[in-house]
């Protein structure tokens, strides 16, 4: 059984920073690519940041673009979406998730992610 559980994120003030964790069981991580997504209220959930499986490659939305970074520990199973700068805008509900195939570039669908964590509240006050 697939679990993803995040961690760390807060309230912090704006200009703030946070380092956010994903622990994934269940499969080895080292296979997938994985990403970053939040949901703020009222919103649709949207992509924020994506790391192909050997960690070569990333993609990042162009709201964070300078501001997050996407990083992964495969002999630790785990993801992290490192947070500087924050904006009350950055306020959500941020998930990590597995994309659906091995060995597959990073992508920006959430369609493409088949695991999902339960999230972790990130708000930026100003």
């Known amino acids: 059984q697939v679990q993803l559980v995040e961690s760390g994120g807060g309230m912090v003030q704006a200009g703030g920073s946070l380092r956010l964790s994903c622990a994934a069981s269940g499969l080895p991580l080292s296979l997938y690519a994985m990403g970053w997504f939040r949901q703020a209220p009222g919103k649709e959930r949207e992509f924020v940041a994506a790391i192909r499986w050997s960690a070569d490659s990333t993609v990042y939305a162009d709201s964070v673009k300078g501001r997050f970074t996407i990083s992964r520990d495969n002999a630790k199973n785990m993801v992290y979406l490192d947070l500087i700068s924050l904006k009350p805008e950055d306020t959500a509900l941020y998930y990590c998730?597995?994309?659906?195939?091995?060995?597959?570039?990073?992508?920006?669908?959430?369609?493409?992610?088949?695991?999902w964590g339960q999230g972790t509240q990130v708000t930026v006050s100003s």
């Open positions: 998730a597995v994309y659906g195939r091995r060995f597959a570039a990073p992508s920006m669908n959430r369609d493409d992610y088949d695991y």
